[in-house]
């Protein structure tokens, strides 16, 4: 797994804000810092409390100058219903080939449910260098992020 300290590999993938453009990391460094929610899937439970919850703290989040993603293997168009039907105003980057999860070594499989190669429940911090400077993953997927920490993660960065 990508781990504090080290450089978030760059990626292109879509970008879900109601339209559907191209998000590639390196071009948005200057967005920086950078919260990267990985979430295994739109619409389910703990999910949905996740982004909502990012969601009501997003002022904190813009008040120290960050920049929040949600980031899943769902579609773009499944992504801006999700974010539609949940208030959520911050973009989503939607993994469908995997390519993300993959080089942060973020994928799971839902074995019981016969669902392979989701992301984990996972939350990354990057700088405007491009360097990972908080990295949270759940050891279970009905585990959520500590808020406070990721808040303060980015604060450290300011």
Excluded: Q
């Excluded at 974010?83 to 839902?110: C, H, K, P, Q």
């Excluded at 989701?118 to 908080?134: H, N, P, Q, S, T």
Aim: proline content about 4%; overall charge negative; charged content about 30%.
């Amino acid at each position: 797994m990508v781990d504090e300290g080290d450089a978030a590999p760059d990626f292109t993938a879509p970008l879900a804000h109601g339209d559907v453009t191209e998000f590639t990391l390196s071009e948005r460094l200057g967005e920086a810092p950078l919260v990267f929610a990985f979430f295994p899937g739109a619409f389910t439970g703990t999910c949905t409390h996740e982004m909502e919850t990012f969601e009501e703290r997003l002022d904190e989040f813009e008040d120290l100058g960050a920049t929040v993603y949600g980031v899943s293997v769902d579609t773009p168009f499944a992504l801006n219903a999700f974010r539609e039907d949940s208030d959520l105003t911050f973009g989503m980057i939607s993994d469908t080939n995997r390519r993300i999860v993959d080089a942060y070594d973020l994928a799971m499989d839902f074995a019981s449910l016969g669902v392979d190669d989701v992301a984990k429940r996972a939350v990354l911090v990057i700088d405007g260098e491009g360097v990972v400077r908080y990295a949270w993953v759940a050891g279970d997927p009905g585990i959520e992020p500590d808020y406070d920490a990721v808040r303060d993660a980015v604060a450290d960065l300011r």
